[in-house]
């Protein structure tokens, strides 16, 4: 027959639209014809089905054998569906869930077929297990009367199919209210089991939602809770993003959550967070257009009860903290929170010294030292700006806690900070140490305390003891505490040894060596200090108060010193008259310098009262004072242009010396010059003539200064008479004396 023939092409492989009609057309005929069930037969029939070419009993057979198949065949699927959408039938439907479950098909588009047979009360087994199984998270639509009456008494589903059914038990009970005053004993334990585990998405969300309203929070709740009320899934079609980063204002630290299939969860606890997307390459991108966001709960109307019950969880801490910084009203509850925030949250740099600083005002106010207590030993002075550290630092005073208040101060100076405080700090630090050790930070308050006159005795006597600065300070000290009666012993050896250290010999530092040489003990001392100030007069650089004066001259003798020896001859030759013992000193004394080449200008001041060795009587002295070693040279002439450069002579300590002889009608001019400095400085010039000696004895010298005195004023006889002198005291000292 033709319908035979038909089939042999195509079990041979033929194919083509006219013997796949032609093959149609013959079934619809007779669709007994069609008593075997192989691919080559099924594949024109599925081709009919698709064009609509069958008629109703031809798909009802088409139906009957697709039902024996037992592996899946997407094209037998869509025939079968096609020819539903056409006919109608029953059987049609049946057997196509039954294909879908038996292959275990539960996409979104077997779903609708799940929901018709349901709807039909068709009987197939699972049918309400695939479907539900079938559905999406995000599905809002109903469920049918029927699964929620089925699943009523015998539920075996999984969670997440649990969570669907629930969600339209609770979105319909307006409508049901029977159904789900029957489910919610079930809902509401499948709700605190899934909280407990701190699971959340949308569905879980209407879930939750319902179940607080039932519920009182008790503890396991109120540290459940916290875990899912700030979720919020982003959602990101940007293949290139790859994490979410979230950033709040109030805490320190990111949190950074990976997309997966461009979708995350992410906590944001605070009003001040910022979301930043980051792609692979680690770039950030900030903007909402990058992303959408969805936040699955308002329950933040039960954190105040959650917090009483478990007030440790870091993301309610933040939540209430971020409340707290925009609520001005300080009550019990909000000092409550905040404490538990600066113990348990890393709060940010600014936020850490907000937060800190209401807390330490706040018990301070109100006088609840334990607390307070606690919170100063919690302070970070590192995070606070200057105001507030020099707050929290009077506090520590305040609260007798002298170790921080003093390690405060070593860090970060004590500017700003009230003296009083600071003079309590000083006198009980004091008190409690005593003065066997020092701290050079406790001196330096105690010195800013005396600047600012809020001293005591106990910081007179500790500053005495311990305090070193500069000159000035430590001399205006000596004042108040010499005008206090205190000990200045110590005080006046440490000014003292630093004067001679830098070489100052200001009027106040002589004040300070007359003080200690009523009481002082330390000879070396006022030795090294005196010779000092004696050097300094002997360079015309100082002026020295009588009373030393007198001390030295009593302790002359027994203290055989040159630098003061020259300063006291230097001292007694502007005297006028001299009295034996001065005298018998300056002859002795003065010649023993010159014998050790220690010539000075004032010496010649002594002449015609002392006898001067060395011819000095007739010779003029050039004097000039520079650094001790130098190459000290001199430049001089005698009115012409002829000019002398020799080398002067350092007889002590930086004292450079010259001596020439100058004849009565000569005037020589001069300047002293360092060879090895910077040419054309002079360090001193000027002009000196002959000096009349008032020495008694006749000298060579003298007596041709006389011949030239006498020749100038035309007196030949004195003239004659001086000249033949000169020649018996020169043919005397020929007889006299003979070259060795």
Same mark, same amino acid.
């Given at each position: 027959t033709a319908f035979e023939d038909i089939v042999k092409f195509l079990k041979a492989g033929q194919a083509s639209p006219l013997i796949y009609y032609e093959f149609c057309r013959i079934a /619809?005929?007779? =669709? !007994? +014809?069609?008593?075997?069930?192989?691919?080559? %037969?099924?594949? =024109?029939? $599925?081709?009919?089905?698709?064009?609509?070419?069958? &008629?109703?009993?031809?798909?009802?057979?088409?139906?009957?054998h697709a039902g024996r198949i037992k592996t899946y065949k997407p094209f037998v699927i869509r025939s079968l569906c096609s020819l539903y959408g056409q006919f109608g039938l029953p059987d049609t439907l049946q057997v196509i869930c039954s294909m879908l479950i038996r292959s275990d098909i539960v996409s979104e588009e077997s779903s609708k077929w799940y929901r018709l047979a349901i709807e039909k009360q068709l009987r197939i087994t699972k049918i309400y297990e695939y479907y539900m199984q079938s559905l999406r998270e995000n599905d809002e &639509?109903?469920? =049918?009367?029927?699964?929620?009456m089925y699943f009523m008494y015998d539920n075996h589903l999984g969670e997440r199919e649990k969570a669907i059914l629930f969600t339209s038990v609770i979105r319909g009970r307006e409508t049901n209210p029977a159904a789900y005053k029957a489910y919610s004993l079930m809902i509401r334990s499948f709700a605190k089991k899934q909280l407990e585990e701190g699971k959340i998405n949308r569905n879980l969300a209407v879930i939750y939602t319902d179940f607080m309203q039932h519920t009182a929070i008790d503890e396991t709740i109120a540290e459940a809770l916290p875990e899912v009320m700030f979720k919020h899934e982003i959602v990101c079609n940007n293949p290139d993003m790859k994490e979410v980063c979230v950033v709040s204002k109030e805490l320190e630290e990111e949190t950074i959550t990976p997309l997966s299939g461009g979708k995350a969860l992410i906590d944001i606890c605070t009003a001040d967070t910022t979301i930043y997307l980051i792609d692979d390459k680690g770039n950030r991108y900030l903007g909402n257009n990058y992303y959408t966001i969805h936040k699955f709960l308002r329950l933040e109307g039960y954190a105040d009860r959650c917090f009483e019950l478990c007030p440790h969880n870091n993301k309610l801490l933040a939540y209430m903290f971020s409340i707290c910084e925009k609520d001005y009203h300080i009550d019990d509850k909000m000092i409550t929170i905040r404490r538990y925030a600066g113990q348990y949250l890393k709060l940010s740099r600014y936020y850490q010294r907000r937060n800190l600083s209401v807390l330490v005002t706040y018990y301070y106010e109100h006088a609840e030292g334990e607390f307070l207590d606690e919170m100063l030993l919690l302070l970070d002075l590192d995070i606070a700006d200057r105001a507030t550290r020099q707050k929290w630092l009077e506090l520590y005073i305040v609260r007798g806690m002298r170790d921080k208040a003093l390690e405060a101060v070593k860090k970060y100076g004590y500017k700003g900070v009230d003296i009083k405080k600071l003079s309590k700090l000083c006198d009980d630090e004091i008190e409690e140490s005593g003065y066997k050790t020092g701290n050079e930070v406790l001196v330096d308050i105690a010195y800013a305390i005396f600047r600012e006159g809020s001293y005591s005795d106990n910081i007179l006597k500790y500053l005495a003891k311990y305090y070193i600065g500069p000159a000035d300070n430590m001399i205006r000290l000596w004042d108040t505490i010499k005008a206090f009666g205190l000990d200045r012993t110590e005080i006046e050896e440490k000014i003292l040894a630093q004067l001679v250290f830098t070489e100052n010999t200001d009027e *106040?530092?002589?004040?300070? +060596?007359? *003080?200690?040489?009523?009481?002082?003990? /330390?000879?070396?001392?006022?030795?090294a200090y005196v010779c000092l100030i004696s050097h300094r007069y002997l360079t015309d650089e100082c002026r020295i108060d009588d009373r030393i004066w007198e001390w030295l001259w009593e302790n002359m003798v027994s203290e055989n010193n040159t630098c003061r020896i020259l300063a006291m001859l230097k001292r007694l030759s502007y005297s006028d008259s001299l009295s034996d013992r001065a005298k018998s000193f300056c002859d002795v004394k003065l010649n023993e310098m010159i014998s050790k080449g220690i010539v000075m200008d004032f010496y010649k001041r002594f002449?015609?009262? %002392? /006898? +001067?060795?060395?011819? @000095?009587?007739?010779?003029?002295i050039l004097q000039c004072t520079a650094r001790p070693g130098a190459e000290i040279m001199i430049r001089y002439s005698f009115g012409g242009d002829e000019k002398n450069v020799s080398a002067a002579t350092e007889v002590y300590h930086g004292i450079y010396v010259k001596e020439l002889s100058v004849f009565s009608d000569e005037e020589v001019e001069y300047e002293f010059f360092d060879k090895k400095s910077q040419p054309g400085i002079i360090l001193k010039k000027g002009r000196a003539g002959y000096e009349r000696s008032g020495a008694a004895d006749v000298t060579r010298f003298g007596m041709l200064n006389t011949m030239i005195k006498y020749s100038r004023k035309k007196?030949?006889?004195?003239?004659?008479? !001086?000249?033949? !002198?000169?020649?018996?005291?020169?043919? $005397?000292?020929?007889? @006299?004396f003979k070259m060795l």
């Amino acid at each position: 027959t033709a319908f035979e023939d038909i089939v042999k092409f195509l079990k041979a492989g033929q194919a083509s639209p006219l013997i796949y009609y032609e093959f149609c057309r013959i079934a /619809n005929e007779d =669709p !007994q +014809l069609i008593h075997e069930w192989a691919d080559e %037969i099924t594949v =024109p029939l $599925a081709w009919g089905a698709k064009r609509h070419l069958l &008629t109703k009993d031809t798909a009802m057979v088409f139906t009957y054998h697709a039902g024996r198949i037992k592996t899946y065949k997407p094209f037998v699927i869509r025939s079968l569906c096609s020819l539903y959408g056409q006919f109608g039938l029953p059987d049609t439907l049946q057997v196509i869930c039954s294909m879908l479950i038996r292959s275990d098909i539960v996409s979104e588009e077997s779903s609708k077929w799940y929901r018709l047979a349901i709807e039909k009360q068709l009987r197939i087994t699972k049918i309400y297990e695939y479907y539900m199984q079938s559905l999406r998270e995000n599905d809002e &639509t109903a469920l =049918p009367h029927q699964v929620i009456m089925y699943f009523m008494y015998d539920n075996h589903l999984g969670e997440r199919e649990k969570a669907i059914l629930f969600t339209s038990v609770i979105r319909g009970r307006e409508t049901n209210p029977a159904a789900y005053k029957a489910y919610s004993l079930m809902i509401r334990s499948f709700a605190k089991k899934q909280l407990e585990e701190g699971k959340i998405n949308r569905n879980l969300a209407v879930i939750y939602t319902d179940f607080m309203q039932h519920t009182a929070i008790d503890e396991t709740i109120a540290e459940a809770l916290p875990e899912v009320m700030f979720k919020h899934e982003i959602v990101c079609n940007n293949p290139d993003m790859k994490e979410v980063c979230v950033v709040s204002k109030e805490l320190e630290e990111e949190t950074i959550t990976p997309l997966s299939g461009g979708k995350a969860l992410i906590d944001i606890c605070t009003a001040d967070t910022t979301i930043y997307l980051i792609d692979d390459k680690g770039n950030r991108y900030l903007g909402n257009n990058y992303y959408t966001i969805h936040k699955f709960l308002r329950l933040e109307g039960y954190a105040d009860r959650c917090f009483e019950l478990c007030p440790h969880n870091n993301k309610l801490l933040a939540y209430m903290f971020s409340i707290c910084e925009k609520d001005y009203h300080i009550d019990d509850k909000m000092i409550t929170i905040r404490r538990y925030a600066g113990q348990y949250l890393k709060l940010s740099r600014y936020y850490q010294r907000r937060n800190l600083s209401v807390l330490v005002t706040y018990y301070y106010e109100h006088a609840e030292g334990e607390f307070l207590d606690e919170m100063l030993l919690l302070l970070d002075l590192d995070i606070a700006d200057r105001a507030t550290r020099q707050k929290w630092l009077e506090l520590y005073i305040v609260r007798g806690m002298r170790d921080k208040a003093l390690e405060a101060v070593k860090k970060y100076g004590y500017k700003g900070v009230d003296i009083k405080k600071l003079s309590k700090l000083c006198d009980d630090e004091i008190e409690e140490s005593g003065y066997k050790t020092g701290n050079e930070v406790l001196v330096d308050i105690a010195y800013a305390i005396f600047r600012e006159g809020s001293y005591s005795d106990n910081i007179l006597k500790y500053l005495a003891k311990y305090y070193i600065g500069p000159a000035d300070n430590m001399i205006r000290l000596w004042d108040t505490i010499k005008a206090f009666g205190l000990d200045r012993t110590e005080i006046e050896e440490k000014i003292l040894a630093q004067l001679v250290f830098t070489e100052n010999t200001d009027e *106040s530092g002589q004040k300070v +060596l007359l *003080s200690y040489l009523e009481h002082g003990e /330390n000879k070396t001392i006022v030795k090294a200090y005196v010779c000092l100030i004696s050097h300094r007069y002997l360079t015309d650089e100082c002026r020295i108060d009588d009373r030393i004066w007198e001390w030295l001259w009593e302790n002359m003798v027994s203290e055989n010193n040159t630098c003061r020896i020259l300063a006291m001859l230097k001292r007694l030759s502007y005297s006028d008259s001299l009295s034996d013992r001065a005298k018998s000193f300056c002859d002795v004394k003065l010649n023993e310098m010159i014998s050790k080449g220690i010539v000075m200008d004032f010496y010649k001041r002594f002449s015609g009262r %002392i /006898n +001067l060795s060395g011819g @000095l009587d007739d010779k003029v002295i050039l004097q000039c004072t520079a650094r001790p070693g130098a190459e000290i040279m001199i430049r001089y002439s005698f009115g012409g242009d002829e000019k002398n450069v020799s080398a002067a002579t350092e007889v002590y300590h930086g004292i450079y010396v010259k001596e020439l002889s100058v004849f009565s009608d000569e005037e020589v001019e001069y300047e002293f010059f360092d060879k090895k400095s910077q040419p054309g400085i002079i360090l001193k010039k000027g002009r000196a003539g002959y000096e009349r000696s008032g020495a008694a004895d006749v000298t060579r010298f003298g007596m041709l200064n006389t011949m030239i005195k006498y020749s100038r004023k035309k007196d030949v006889d004195k003239l004659y008479g !001086q000249m033949e !002198q000169y020649i018996r005291l020169d043919e $005397a000292a020929e007889k @006299l004396f003979k070259m060795l």
